[in-house]
Nanobody, 123 residues
Framework: HVQLVESGGGLVQPGGSLRLSCAASPYTLISSCMAWFRQDPEKEREGIASIASDGSTTYADSVKGRFTISKDTAKDSLYLQMNSLKPEDTASYYC??????????????????WGQGTQVTVS
């Protein structure tokens, strides 16, 4: 059973930056696709960034050029560096692990494991 624990959310002004972290069970990042999703209560869940086991990355158009996904396999950690934040980035952000390569590169479910989420508010 893979455990994922997000951290790093908070309140930030427009134009500011935040870095989200996701602590994963050992060896998860070596073998699994990892991704970040977000969801606002009034919107559908959105896949925003993914990183495959070989390091290939994909971004949603809404965050491309502003967000960067990365991983540190030695620390079993996934990161999302978010720059130039906008009010529309306000959402709960979730870390996910384990998808087919096709779904990984499309940043779409199903993913086998999910974290509990961390709130990001841009205001």
């Amino acid at each position: 059973h893979v455990q994922l624990v997000e951290s790093g959310g908070g309140l930030v002004q427009p134009g500011g930056s935040l870095r989200l972290s996701c602590a994963a069970s050992p060896y998860t990042l070596i073998s699994s696709c990892m991704a970040w999703f977000r969801q606002d209560p009034e919107k559908e869940r959105e896949g925003i960034a993914s990183i495959a086991s070989d390091g290939s990355t994909t971004y949603a158009d809404s965050v491309k050029g502003r967000f960067t996904i990365s991983k540190d396999t030695a620390k079993d950690s996934l990161y999302l560096q978010m720059n130039s934040l906008k009010p529309e980035d306000t959402a709960s952000y979730y870390c996910a692990a384990g998808a087919s390569r096709r779904d990984c590169l499309s940043i779409r479910p199903p993913f086998r494991s999910w974290g509990q989420g961390t709130q990001v508010t841009v205001s």
